[in-house]
């Protein structure tokens, strides 16, 4: 693999004070925050409007960002890049870490998508949770949510970004626990927390390590002083940085938390598990793409990680029967082929974010339109029991349909230009990564068309009680609007390689030079895809079974069963956590524990037999000094002798 960087690749972008537009940066986050504390300090007095008043919130900070986009836009793109102190946090001697904010390419690539999907998903949620006597709470976790999110990518330091992933990480355990009657829903929010607890302590590990290397933690310091930093520290920082985003983004091997996520409420799985929370551990990768670059060993770990998962999410998406689960499945591979484009470096950042900001489109839509499915259904989930509703939900049909297509990489739709890209560029690195994300794309062809096909064509097979119909305006329009960035959006960023100059400040850029010219790649792919969606649609267009079948392939029943990877956390995580504890119990109990009892035993046995001379009588005491005095004088005449 190519591990040396071309200076052309090489990030160049400066960063100045912020002027202008860009003084109010700290707006973007202090919004959806206020609108979280309102809500949830002043409690049911806000039942009846706080739900609004949540709603805008995102959209006055997704106004703020096309303001500050169209200000950087105005900039020399060397020049793009914006610093803001807001105050002195952590001062320990020469160390300094602040409370500062960091606007750039990349950074307001990823808040223009979390506050514009944000505020869609806001919309869609108006009418979703229309009946839910929370709704109020729920939009204000929403809010929470949205800010964290915002701190992680705007902060211009590790220590900051940290504060923002946890931030990020008690908001999603509340909002996938929403539902907490249902034991479900809180068996998956602590799962959730304590899965990505082992990211995180990664994160937290790896943070110290950058401070004890360069003695500080703030981006543009760190990255400059990368060149002079050893081998092998660099190489650990990378590996740790890269467990705290299998941790967020799900994963191998801490994916198994994601599908069980799919209990809270369909908005929170489009706007945590489609389009923002699953990103963040790209985005980590990304933005420390200076010390990827420098240690090629983490990025081969990420080339792996990324490979493996896009197969591993590929193949569970094929056997279960719940769409929310499909869908899971299906982030969990897309997000695999992000992190496999991040792991290739200069040839791969752009790609990677490309892909993130498609998959945020059309991952959404079709989270959305299960939602829509769903409520028509009365919260049914299962596959086997929808069929044939295109007619009764035109809207959601053909919305979902244009995400189908997209996230297949059918062109025009969005899909076929960041996806090829990413295989295209992984055929250059290594022909194994290549042509595992090539059979990615057609297992994902496969079950994403056998969702599609079971869902909206073939036959009937509700229930008498169950009358699907389409949703309403304020539920559709969100559909709508995602329907059409899943069509085109992929062809506008790439429109005369307008991503690539815009990121190429921040993330360096090499053109891939494939061992295959790539329209070779690029079609053969597609082939795949084509033969994965026919056969597929062969096979599930005619009757389907009411109930899963149980005499099955070995794959199928390990993908039932999501490749084991409750299992694996299982033997790997939890029992060896086990047995620690009771080791350093018992160490506790015996040593430390029984030192001290068995210190305060002999206190007491000696105390005991001492509070025997202690009688009371004169004459006793008498006798004792006339018996000491006695002894003392036999040895005085000893000594003499």
Known sequence: MTTSILASAAPTITYAPAEGVFTYLWLLIALPLAGAAFLLVFGNRTNAWGHYLATLLPIGSFVIAVAMWLGLLAKPSEERGVIQHLWDWVIVGDFRANVGLQLDTLSLTFVLLIT??????????????????????????????????????????????????EGVGLASY???????????????????????????????????????????????????????????????????????ACGKSAQVPLQSWLLDAMEGPTPVSALIHAATMVT?????????????????????????????????????????????????????????YMMLGAGLGPIGYVFAIFHLLNHGFFKANMFLGAGSVMHSFNNQE?????????????????????????????????????????????????????????????????????????????????????????????????????????????????????????????????????????????GGTLLLVIAGALLAFQQYRRDVPLTAPESVSPLTVAARKDLYGDAFNETVFMRPGQYLTRALVWFDNRSIDGTLLALGSATAAISGRLRRWQTGFSRSYALSMVAGAFVLFALMLVVRL
Do not use: C
């Open 116 to 165: 514009g999907v944000g505020s869609l998903i806001h919309i869609y949620s108006i009418g979703y949770m229309k009946e839910d006597p929370k709704r109020r709470l729920f939009f204000g976790y929403l809010n929470l949510f949205v800010a964290a999110m915002l701190l992680l990518v705007l902060a211009d330091n590790y220590l900051l970004l940290y504060v923002g992933w």
């Open 174 to 244: 509340l909002l996938i626990g929403f539902w907490q009657y249902k034991n479900s829903a809180a068996v998956a929010a602590k799962k959730a927390f304590v899965v990505n607890r082992v990211g995180d302590f990664g994160l937290s590990i790896a943070i110290m390590l950058i401070f004890v290397t360069f003695g500080t933690v703030t981006f543009p310091e760190v990255f400059s002083q990368v060149g002079d930093a050893q081998q092998s520290d660099l190489t650990w920082i990378g590996l740790l940085l890269l467990l705290a």
């Open 280 to 336: 963040a551990g790209v985005y980590l990768i990304v933005r420390s793409n200076v010390i990827f670059d420098a240690a090629p060993t983490a990025q081969v770990a990420v080339i792996i990680v990324g490979t493996v998962t896009l197969i591993f999410g590929a193949i569970i998406g094929l056997a279960k029967d719940e769409i929310k689960k499909v869908l899971a499945g299906s982030t969990m591979s897309q997000i695999g």
């Open 382 to 522: 299962n596959m086997r029991r929808f069929g044939a509703i295109r007619a009764v939900m035109a809207v959601t049909f053909v919305t979902f349909a244009a995400g189908w297509l997209a996230i297949m990489g059918i062109p025009p739709f969005s899909g076929f230009y960041s996806k090829d890209k990413i295989i295209e560029a992984a055929f250059q690195q290594s022909w194994i990564a290549g042509i595992a994300a090539a059979l990615g794309a057609a297992i994902t062809a496969f079950y994403m068309t056998r969702l599609f096909t079971m869902t909206f064509l073939g036959k009937k097979r509700w229930t008498d009680d169950v009358h699907p119909h389409e949703s309403p305006s304020v539920m559709t329009i969100p559909l709508i609007i995602l329907g059409i960035l899943s069509a085109v959006s992929g062809f506008v960023l790439a429109y005369n390689g307008w991503l690539e100059s815009w990121l190429e400040p921040v993330t360096g850029f090499e053109h891939p030079e494939p061992p295959l010219p790539s329209w070779v790649i690029s």
